[in-house]
Structures are given as structure tokens and as C-alpha cells.
């Protein structure tokens, strides 16, 4: 018998990491003197995975990263501020948002730096994927983010059916 598990819904606020910094050293700087893209993004995933991990409740892995958008650079003495949060949650993944901001050490002039979406999916002991619970959005941009995320997975899902249609008909170029 196939049992469907119904799990109750969550609020943003359960699993969201809010103004988590890290400190820009010398050696996080490229030869530009501005922060390593890669640094940034390790971070991004790091806190992603806390938020996915808490709103599943167990182990969670980075399925996909989307739309990583480097809005401005983050420079020598900046502190780098993460925020992020479930969007949207569908049977056994979910879509994290992260924005990133780099703020001076003297607490001025912060500015948006990052934004991106990974999708992560939750898995149970025998690494097989499981159930998440839903998300019950609650503020006007909790519900905005929600549905933008469902737009996002359905262009992930179409352009994934389009790649292995043109690999099917054997198309080369």
C-alpha cells in the first residue's frame, strides 16, 4: 500500500537565516582586490543548505543553482551579510533564495551584491529522496517569492525536457 505523507505546513520564518556576515580578508580578494565570486558562492550554498536542511528536517543536498546574479563586487574591508530563505516547497525539494549584501566595516554603505535560487532535495537514510512539508508563505514578498519560484521550476523542467528531446532526435552541432 502506497501511503502519501502529509506533513504540516511551515512558515518562511522556521528555516530562514537572516543577516548571517562574514568578514572580507586579503586573501578572499582577487587580482581585482574584489572578493572571489567562488568564496561568495560557497558561502551562498553553506547557508542554503542550513535553511533546507531545517525546513525538511534532516539532510538536504544542492540539486541545482539558478540565476546567480553578481549585481555589484564586494571589496577589501567589506563584511558580507547572507540572508536567505525557503521559497517555495513542492513534494521532496525545495527552492532556497539567498541575497547577499556587502556592507563597509564602519556599518555604512550597504549595498545588494548577490541574489540567487538552488533548489535542494531532501533525502532519508538510504540517500532515496523523501518528503518535505509545504510552505505557508505569510508577507506580501514571502508570497510574491512563492510564486516567482513556481515560474522558475517550470522553465527548469521545460528546459530539461527540451536538452533531452534535441540529445534524443540524435541533433549534433
Not at 502519501?4 to 512558515?11: F, H, K, N
Not at 542554503?48 to 577589501?76: E, I, L, M, N, Y
Not at 517569492?145 to 534524443?168: F, G, K, V
Request: net charge positive.
Amino acid at each position: 500500500m502506497n501511503q502519501t505523507i502529509v506533513l504540516p505546513a511551515r512558515p518562511v520564518s522556521f528555516s530562514a537565516v537572516r543577516e548571517q556576515v562574514y568578514m572580507v580578508f586579503p586573501n578572499d580578494l582577487n587580482a581585482n582586490d574584489t572578493v572571489f565570486g567562488g568564496l561568495i558562492m560557497a558561502q551562498m550554498d553553506r547557508f542554503a543548505a542550513v535553511v533546507a536542511d531545517r525546513h525538511a528536517g534532516g539532510v538536504c543536498v544542492t540539486a541545482s543553482v539558478d540565476a546567480v546574479h553578481f549585481v555589484a563586487p564586494a571589496r577589501r574591508g567589506d563584511v558580507l551579510i547572507f540572508n536567505a530563505a525557503v521559497n517555495r516547497a513542492w513534494t521532496t525539494s525545495m527552492e532556497v533564495g539567498v541575497k547577499v549584501d556587502a556592507q563597509s566595516y564602519d556599518g555604512n554603505n550597504r549595498r545588494h551584491i548577490l541574489s540567487a535560487y538552488l533548489t535542494f532535495v531532501a533525502l532519508d537514510s538510504a540517500g532515496k529522496p523523501r518528503p518535505v512539508a509545504s510552505l505557508q508563505p505569510e508577507t506580501a514578498d514571502e508570497k510574491r517569492r512563492y510564486e516567482e519560484a513556481q515560474l522558475r521550476r517550470e522553465n527548469r523542467l521545460a528546459h530539461a525536457e527540451n536538452i533531452r528531446t534535441l540529445r534524443a532526435s540524435g541533433s549534433q552541432s
